[in-house]
């Protein structure tokens, strides 16, 4: 057929079928039976245990987010610790960038005194950045904010209320993501972005899958020099699928490792970009809370589920101690590889014992299957 496979009723009364004796078919058809029924038995076991086997990898990851997939040493550096010096290093960070802003914007003024002076047009559009950026500190150091009443307008990332929450093991802490690092949405596509003189790859939903990244299909974007420093991905950055048609596919996780140079992402994509932490412990709890639907739970709208920039940024996740982190991931790791290699073998069999079962039915119709007497 044309439209759809189609078979004709005098294709049907016209095939040649080999026909045994009737008492040989009804041994072929017990034969057949008893061979299938023990098939049947085998795939159900094969189907149970990558049940059993899905169930355990998330008790081994629900484990890990608890604190109870290795044991806790009292020598290791509390987690309240490492999250002082992640919060302290995002502050330094954003008061770096933010007296760079402070430097540039003096010397532009600067610059627009000595024009005035000059009688030359002051506007700041007039003044051209190779002229500003000459301008030496001794000239624009009257521009500068005097104290330090600048570094007031830094916002420090919300607090977390613990009096409501389950108590966690002796030195780990529960923190919100965006304590962790920048939480951050990627740009969105559009029409006008599908050609121009900055064409990059870039990253979408699509590419998110259960077991890492897909770079099968890669597709390209217009991001000018200003959105390539924004969107741009680095290694270890942490990226979760933001929207999916089904509230149990939001969230899936995947750590970048600059597979491909200049790459970018999509805004149905959020990025987490973690400030002294690796990224590899809360890959697993991502995991964990896309597989188990917490993040799904969280997500909104009707149709497709969108998790949010927002609500992930606010999420509360639970930190062990930095040297428990490298253990917890290693112990992963090493139960997650059994699996894995189980799995393969599980699917190898599902395929053989579909061979299996198209042979039985091959040397049925051959005479093959039972003795002929």
């Not at 159900?44 to 998330?58: C, D, I, N, P, V």
């Not at 007031?152 to 780990?172: H, I």
Request: net charge positive; glycine share 6%; with cysteine.
């Amino acid at each position: 057929g044309s439209s759809y496979p189609a078979v004709r009723d005098r294709d049907v009364r016209n095939q040649l079928i080999p026909l045994a004796p009737l008492v040989e078919q009804e041994r072929i058809v017990a034969e057949i039976e008893k061979q299938f029924t023990r098939l049947d038995q085998a795939v159900a076991s094969l189907r149970r245990l990558q049940g059993s086997l899905a169930r355990y990898k998330a008790s081994v990851l629900k484990a890990a987010c608890e604190g109870r997939l290795v044991p806790q040493d009292p020598d290791d550096e509390p987690a309240e610790k490492l999250l002082a010096r992640i919060l302290a290093e995002r502050r330094a960070q954003w008061e770096a960038r933010e007296w760079q802003a402070l430097i540039v914007k003096a010397q532009k003024k600067a610059a627009q005194a000595r024009r005035k002076a000059q009688g030359l047009p002051s506007r700041i559009k007039d003044v051209a950045q190779a002229e500003w950026a000459a301008i030496p500190e001794t000239e624009y150091a009257r521009f500068l904010p005097k104290g330090d009443k600048w570094q007031e307008k830094y916002k420090e990332p919300g607090g977390v209320d613990t009096a409501v929450l389950p108590a966690l093991p002796e030195g780990w802490v529960w923190v919100r993501v965006d304590q962790l690092g920048e939480v951050r949405l990627g740009r969105q596509r559009s029409p006008k972005n599908h050609q121009g003189p900055h064409m990059h790859p870039y990253l979408r939903a699509a590419n998110a899958t259960w077991n890492g990244v897909d770079l099968a299909d890669v597709m390209e974007m217009n991001f000018n020099p200003k959105e390539l420093e924004i969107y741009r991905l680095k290694k270890d950055d942490i990226l979760l699928a933001e929207a999916s048609g089904s509230a149990n596919e939001v969230g899936k996780p995947f750590v970048w490792n600059e597979q491909i140079p200049n790459c970018c992402f999509q805004n149905t994509l959020i990025r987490v970009r973690l400030s002294n932490m690796p990224p590899d412990y809360l890959y697993l709890h991502f995991l964990k809370d896309a597989q188990t639907g917490r993040l799904g739970k969280i997500a909104k709208g009707v149709g497709i589920h969108h998790l949010g920039a927002n609500r992930l940024a606010e999420m509360l996740v639970a930190i062990p101690p930095l040297a428990e982190q490298k253990r917890i991931v290693a112990e992963v790791e090493r139960r997650l590889s059994v699996v894995a290699a189980t799995e393969q073998a599980i699917t190898a069999n599902l395929a053989r014992a579909q061979c299996l079962r198209q042979a039985i039915l091959h040397r049925a119709f051959t005479g093959q299957l039972v003795p002929q007497q």
